[in-house]
């Protein structure tokens, strides 16, 4: 789940700019039945970049999609995400 491609996505920033939130929202629930790290994991998948410094949040904010970023705040605000390390994450393009 934490691998990239060779676009440096992972599975969230497929699956997000795809509009595959169904999908978004099970892989949620298998991190969350696994326990393994389960913060940090769901951490990592809602902050990490793609190769041009984007994350799950970029994705669906340049494209207008209110509903995925609603179900992305939730999630961060469940592991208790630091909102000035989400809102200041930096897009380099």
Same mark, same amino acid.
């Given at each position: ?6 676009? *440096? #996505? &992972?599975?969230? =920033? ?9 999908? +978004? @929202?099970?892989? %949620?629930? $298998? ?21 041009? *410094? #984007? &994350?799950?949040? =970029? ?9 995925? +970023? @609603?179900?992305? %705040?939730? $999630? ?18």
């Amino acid at each position: 789940m934490l691998a990239q491609n060779k676009k *440096g #996505d &992972t599975f969230s =920033h497929v699956a997000t700019r795809m509009d595959h939130f169904d999908v +978004l @929202e099970k892989m %949620w629930a $298998w991190v969350k039945e696994e326990q393994r790290n389960s913060i940090g994991v769901k951490k990592v998948l809602l902050l990490s970049t793609d190769l041009h *410094g #984007d &994350t799950s949040f =970029h994705l669906v904010a340049e494209n207008s999609r209110l509903e995925a +970023l @609603e179900i992305l %705040w939730i $999630w961060a605000k469940e592991v208790e995400l630091n909102t000035d390390e989400l809102l200041l994450i930096e897009n380099w393009i």
